[in-house]
């Protein structure tokens, strides 16, 4: 079969005849029918810092977001059959652990993450146990619901736990547009959110018209707004500031301000993966402010899953999602859809299975 494999320890990746893998007796055999682009992808083509640090197995078929159909079950499956439409929960936990024993299989110390430890789905065909697949509506657009991993994670960011406060009424703010920051607006609407305010960087105009698009009720130029972003936001709940702050960017300039415009009592999801350490002021961000603060990963093994799937059940919301996809081309142009996520005038970026 054809796989993007990165072969080499250096930038890019080549497309090449690999064999069909072989799965085990508690694995399904899936035929990919749409992947999408992740930054981890990114980083893995460019080969940055954090990909020669992380990746252990050279050579590896990278990617890891994708729907497509069961085409084979090991021995051992009993929940899928051939012909299921499924997408892969990307962390493949031990189930043994302390953190999967104690309901946090997402953050589990064995964790394989696909197309990062093992091989992922730009190819053909892809392995994956039977507990990583969700099975899929049939009838779900392919391109959506190989978004749906990134989409767990936008939920995961607003949704961290069981019994977290209420969305619905609560002024909330998104720093960051890449894909996950817009969808997270998306839900967050969805979710009865009074106010949502999305920031993003430079003046990126694809990104912005998506914010709004996506239903922000105030999108804010970084590089426009300057110093008066947290005054802008908070002067625009009548002073109290944010109840819920989203970080989504990556940059440290954007966690600073997340704590300086989140009311006290307010929480902070911390998404947005930063180049270096960052500083931070906590005696004033966090203790007396009396802030929550959630490190967010993955999504819940398989809450976030199921809240997704009750999200894309609404038609308006469905839309919005579609939306975020803005381009679909064929896998064998990987390196055009790098190039347009790099350029920042991207959404989320589909690869269609066309060698
Ligand atoms: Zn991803
Ligand atoms: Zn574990």
């Not at 080969?47 to 090991?74: C, D, L, S, T, Y």
């Not at 146990?129 to 607003?158: T, Y």
């Not at 005696?283 to 490190?295: C, D, H, I, L, P």
Request: charged share 25%.
């Amino acid at each position: 079969m054809s796989a993007v494999v990165k072969s080499k320890r250096q930038f890019g990746a080549d497309i090449i005849k690999v064999n069909t893998p072989k799965i085990k007796e508690s694995e399904v055999l899936v035929e990919v029918e749409a992947t999408s682009i992740c930054g981890t992808d990114i980083h893995i083509w460019d080969w940055n810092e954090w990909a020669q640090h992380r990746m252990k197995k050279i050579p590896i078929i990278f990617g890891h977001e994708v729907a497509g159909k069961v085409v084979e079950i090991g021995k051992n499956v009993t929940g899928i059959q051939v012909g299921d439409r499924v997408s892969a929960e990307t962390h493949i936990v031990d189930n043994t652990c302390y953190q999967c024993r104690t309901d946090r299989k997402h953050v589990c110390k064995n964790m394989e993450i696909l197309g990062v430890d093992r091989d992922g789905v730009f190819a053909e065909q892809f392995a994956l146990p039977e507990e990583n697949a969700w099975r899929n509506d049939p009838h779900i657009d392919p391109g959506i619901a190989s978004i749906q991993e990134p989409l767990g994670n936008a939920v995961q960011a607003i949704l961290p736990k069981e019994h977290v406060e209420d969305i619905a009424g609560k002024n909330v703010a998104v720093l960051g547009a890449g894909p996950i920051g817009l969808m997270a607006i998306a839900v967050l609407k969805e979710l009865g959110a009074a106010q949502v305010f999305a920031t993003a960087g430079g003046l990126n105009k694809v990104r912005m018209d998506l914010a709004k698009r996506m239903g922000a009720d105030m999108v804010l130029s970084v590089k426009e707004e300057g110093n008066r972003l947290v005054k802008s936001i908070v002067d625009a709940t009548e002073g109290n500031g944010v109840d819920v702050a989203l970080e989504m960017s990556g940059d440290p300039h954007a966690v600073r301000q997340a704590f300086d415009m989140l009311t006290p009592g307010g929480r902070v999801s911390l998404l947005g993966i930063f180049e270096n350490s960052v500083e931070l002021d906590l005696n004033n961000a966090v203790v007396f402010k009396s802030a929550t603060v959630y490190g967010i990963t993955g999504r819940r093994m398989f809450e976030t899953w199921f809240q997704v799937r009750g999200l894309l059940a609404k038609p308006s919301f469905l839309e919005k999602i579609e939306a975020v996809i803005t381009h679909r081309i064929p896998i064998r142009d990987i390196e055009k859809g790098m190039n347009l996520i790099k350029s920042k005038q991207a959404g989320k970026v589909v690869l269609e299975p066309k060698w």
